[in-house]
């Protein structure tokens, strides 16, 4: 995958035709998230994003923490921040991008999923067309 937003997948994970973007500040809050993670060198701690039927819109996103990887997980990174995600989530999220917005009323992740055809007010729940 090209640079310039898009996370690269781990050398050793075979190629996937699907892609997922991160913002700088996305990659810097799960910088800062993980440094207050205590991890053991042999099974890293990562962020995991998960796709799921359910909320008020058809699927919701979730995120975690994870140090495990499952044969169908693929592992992104970019400045160094690491993000686990499976292939059947990544599907439904193809072209999207992971942001972290701080303002006024607070800061979240959100995702920009050029899939979803619409979502609930919270952004953690979208529908497809």
């Known amino acids: 995958m090209p640079d310039g937003g898009n996370f690269s ?4 994970q075979a190629p ?3 892609s997922l973007n991160l913002s700088d500040s996305a990659a810097r ?3 800062q998230l993980m440094a207050g993670e205590t991890t053991d060198p042999a099974k890293p701690m ?5 796709v799921a039927g359910g909320g008020c819109s058809g699927f919701q996103y979730s995120f975690s923490f994870d140090s495990h990887q499952s044969s169908d997980d693929r592992i992104f990174a970019k400045n160094g921040a690491e993000l686990i995600i499976d292939e059947t989530s990544l599907g439904l999220m193809n072209g999207a991008t992971l942001d972290f917005v701080e303002d006024l009323a607070g800061s979240s992740f959100q995702i920009k999923n050029p899939l979803a055809s619409s979502g609930c007010g919270c952004g953690n ?3 497809l067309a």
């Open 9 to 12: 997948t781990n050398p050793s």
């Open 46 to 50: 990562r962020m995991r994003i998960a």
């Open 125 to 127: 729940s979208f529908a």
């Open 16 to 18: 996937i035709s699907t």
């Open 29 to 31: 809050r799960i910088e």
